[in-house]
């Protein structure tokens, strides 16, 4: 059986200390660890999470059309964008390309 290939998705405000970044990064790793997957790549953003259209952003976009990893690991979804309909717009490209978002949140909860 092939492992699941995640990728870690991380974001805050430019206000916030730069630890709350490591945090949430440590946070998924800890995730993926369990779960056994295989984390292939990281993003860490600072920015106000507004919009879909950030270097990082479009990268990452890039990588889901691809179809590189099978799991995207977030914080919350309010680290993919502030609005929930951009986060919903985000979702559904990811379940075109048949990559599943999972939220520290969703994971906890389970």
Known sequence: MEQ???WIYCRINPN????????QNDQLEEIAEKCNMEVIGH????SYGK????????TL?????????D???????MRISIYPDIF???ELLCRLYNVRVLS???????
């Open 4 to 6: 699941i290939k995640a």
């Open 16 to 23: 916030t200390s730069r630890s709350l970044l490591y945090f």
């Open 43 to 46: 993003t860490h953003v600072i």
């Open 51 to 58: 919009y879909l259209n950030s270097y990082e952003m479009k």
């Open 61 to 69: 976009i890039t990588e889901i059309k691809q179809r590189n990893f």
């Open 71 to 77: 799991v995207l690991l977030i914080n919350s979804p």
């Open 88 to 90: 919903e717009e985000f």
């Open 104 to 110: 520290y949140i969703d994971y906890i909860n389970s």
